[in-house]
């Protein structure tokens, strides 16, 4: 350990982090492991676009007590969400569509759509906007409706066959005057790539985002000789991972997607930190990596900037951009004000903080409890020396 931080000293100082505080990241994951609340962590953090810290702590399984390895491939569940909104603001640059447009203007079925006023059907003020599903203030529920409610768990739908369902969902509430988080918001929005992008929206991620930008472990389909990097899904119960064979995603029939026909892109990427590390850099560096753009500078900043004004999110101090969480308040969240980021299911989250230009990922395969991830945020901003 102690050759390692000797030659993590000039980087750090590079990168204006204090490598014996960075050294503590793995240390305090691994008191984690040893209390029992988790099976292990893969955590990285860089600054001025170098990684500094990129650390596993703990097993891939318990029961195996196989070590867990830096480049493991874990479900990022809802981390997904941003990847959706990159895509469509890929096209929105093409000028195939615009924030402000209707969604039935590129997906008809979405035409006469009713809000559900107490037990009354009527129509909305005004339709649902792209933006609007980018926000989570479309009225467009949280989870698929009754009819369809196993697609979480069997995958047996195409993503135009689900979202078709979707339009004939009345909306909670009048667009853009509350905050629901609504993955069938962000699964409309997926449809909307699909059906602008000319291919299935898991291959216009692949051609468009991860190919170019060198993420070679992401992917909604895994393939079958990148199953074995997968850590074992838990859940936490009475303050223990449990193995999450009750979740046809964690250790079920759907871990590995086989079979399936729903792309799930409210939360059906896996991926690994360094390939993180790559996209996230992309939106510090104002939408490119390695001569590679993705996004103009303007498309980065409108999609990083919030756009929920004083709405209720999803925490004190934060706000929403176009499918990332922002700081708005410094004082009352837990990160610097303009940092944003996204948090997934199993635990895992990502922090992006264009102020100090530093990135955070943490990765973990356990459902509930958020005690080792603050630990992490706490360390990294605690690492800072300018």
């Known amino acids: 350990m102690r050759w390692l931080l000797l030659l993590a000293l000039p980087l750090c100082a590079q990168t204006g982090l204090d490598p014996a505080r960075l050294s503590q990241i793995p240390v305090r994951m691994k008191s984690f492991v040893d209390k029992g609340t988790m099976a292990g962590t893969v955590t990285l953090v860089a600054r001025n676009g170098k990684v500094v810290a ?5 097993y891939t399984d318990i029961e195996s007590r196989q070590p867990l390895r830096t480049d493991a491939i874990f479900q990022i ?12 603001m890929m096209l929105a ?6 924030l402000n447009d ?3 203007k590129h997906l008809p079925e979405f035409r006469g759509q009713k809000l559900l006023d107490g037990a009354t059907l009527r129509p909305p003020a005004r339709p649902i906007t792209i933006r609007d599903l980018m926000t989570h203030t479309s009225g467009l529920p949280t989870n698929p409706p009754a009819g369809i409610g196993e697609l979480h768990g069997a995958l047996h739908k195409s993503l135009a066959d689900v979202v078709l369902i979707i339009s004939q969902t009345p909306i909670a509430f009048e667009p853009g005057s509350r905050w629901l988080y609504s993955n069938t918001g962000i699964a409309t929005l997926a449809r909307i790539v699909e ?12 051609s468009r985002i991860f190919l170019p930008l060198g993420m070679k472990d992401t992917y909604i389909y895994p393939p079958k000789d990148k199953w074995q990097r997968m850590p074992t899904a838990y859940i936490l119960k009475d303050g223990k991972p449990l193995k999450y064979t009750a979740d046809p995603l964690g250790e079920g029939a759907m871990k590995f997607r ?7 892109p409210e939360g059906g990427l896996y991926s690994t930190a360094n390939d993180l590390f790559r996209l996230y850099q992309m939106m ?67 922090l992006i903080d264009p102020r100090y230009n530093l990135i955070g990922v943490f990765l973990i395969h356990r459902e509930g409890g958020s005690e080792e991830r603050n630990a992490f945020l706490n360390i990294v901003y605690g690492a800072l020396t300018d």
């Open 54 to 58: 990129l650390d596993a702590a703990g």
């Open 77 to 88: 569940h809802s981390m997904t969400k941003p990847v959706v909104a990159i895509a469509a």
């Open 93 to 98: 640059e093409e000028g195939k569509l615009s």
């Open 102 to 104: 209707p969604v039935e």
């Open 195 to 206: 059906v602008h992008g000319g291919m299935p929206f898991e291959k216009f991620l692949e």
């Open 258 to 264: 086989e079979n399936a026909r729903y792309p799930l």
């Open 284 to 350: 510090l560096n104002g939408g490119q990596l390695d001569g590679q753009r993705i996004l103009s500078r303007h498309s980065v900043a409108t999609m990083t900037r919030v756009h929920t004004g004083s709405l209720s999110t999803n925490g004190p101090g934060m706000g929403y951009g176009l499918a990332w969480a922002v700081a708005r308040d410094a004082a009352a969240a837990p990160l610097s004000e303009g940092a944003y980021g996204h948090g997934g299911r199993y635990g895992t989250y990502a």
